[in-house]
């Protein structure tokens, strides 16, 4: 059997893809922007996986973002893939002649960090991707955590019933208040709140984004701080509850946003203690910056293709 596997990860806004060896090196690895038409979706992962395959590669794994049954590789539903069900195992198996497995994008995250990244050495991890929205992946006694299928969607988990309008159709999901879609908005209102200041500086006249807004507090910015804070307040809210419930030895925060490292971070574990139910008599929860960054999926997805075999 050949040693090496594939791993695509179809990301929010890019596709990354890698060949991993048999010891976690990473040997080619390419990331583009993802397609943006159904069929493109198809097809541009298609092309991205054969330009990398150079050697005898034994099977290749897919994250995707949303409702993935891993069971038989199915797109139920997802933010990026229009229409009904979409099985990517089938598309890839008989476009590639390999066995393809296929599962939800942070989950294969989380067991890239629980094997060589941030989760080293913990069995029982919460994966928390800070995006365009928030994903989730649960590592249970070292191995991915589904439940029926679909366990992880801790975005669409309802902070506040009366909250804003979510991209799912509900109100008040944890996403709408602590992912880069909120980092952008608050960007934007604090442009044009002050129409100045350090955020709009790096804009440089440009719409602000959340990246900006970013940089701007780590310059030392101290609106910029302001707002990280803010959200860090909602993060720690949502950590909070999810501890409560499953109790995880460490949170791995990855995903665009966590670029803020510390700024983020170091408020959303005293937000996380302060409401969490008795957090004076609990071990701590370590809250940590993914180390694998932007290949952390298609790492994953690598890892369980070679796994699933």
């Known amino acids: ?50 330009s990398l395959i150079s050697g005898p590669v034994s099977a290749v794994g897919i994250g995707a973002a949303g409702l993935v049954r891993s069971a038989d590789g199915v797109m139920v539903w997802g933010p990026n893939v229009e229409g009904e069900e979409v099985s990517f ?10 066995p393809a497995f296929v599962d939800n994008d942070a989950t294969l995250a989380g067991l890239a960090e629980t094997r060589i990244g941030a989760a080293v050495g913990f069995r029982h991890v919460l994966m928390m991707t800070l995006g365009t929205g928030i994903g989730g992946g649960w590592m249970i006694d070292g191995s991915p955590y589904h439940g029926r299928g679909f ?13 804003p309008a979510c991209t799912c159709g509900q109100n008040g999901c944890w ?4 992912s880069g879609r909120r980092l952008d908005q608050m960007a934007r209102d604090l442009v044009a709140a002050q129409s100045g ?4 500086k790096l804009a440089d006249g440009a719409t602000p984004t ?17 707002r990280l804070h803010e959200m860090a307040s909602w993060m720690g809210l949502g950590i909070a509850n999810l501890v409560a419930a499953f109790d995880p030895e460490i949170v791995v925060v ?8 510390d700024l983020l971070l170091v408020p959303a574990r005293h937000a996380m203690v302060s409401v969490l139910e008795g957090a004076a008599h609990r071990p ?3 809250i940590v910056c993914a180390e694998l960054g932007e290949q952390a999926g298609a790492i994953g997805a690598a890892m369980f293709a070679r796994e699933s075999m």
């Open 1 to 50: 059997m050949a040693e090496l596997t594939m791993g695509i990860d179809l990301g929010g806004t890019k596709m990354a893809a890698v060949v991993l060896s048999k010891d976690n090196d990473v040997l080619s690895a390419s990331t583009v922007p993802r397609p943006r038409t159904a069929d493109a979706m198809l097809e541009e992962p298609i092309e991205l996986a054969r």
């Open 89 to 98: 195992k089938a598309h890839f198996e008989a476009s590639l002649g390999l």
């Open 151 to 163: 366990a992880g969607e801790i975005g669409h988990m309802i902070v506040d019933v009366g909250g």
């Open 175 to 178: 996403e709408t208040f602590c």
């Open 197 to 200: 200041g350090l955020t709009a």
């Open 210 to 226: 959340g990246r900006h807004l970013v940089d701007a507090a780590l310059e030392g910015d101290g609106d910029a701080i302001a």
């Open 254 to 261: 990855g995903g665009g946003v966590s670029r803020a490292g």
């Open 284 to 286: 701590e929860t370590p």
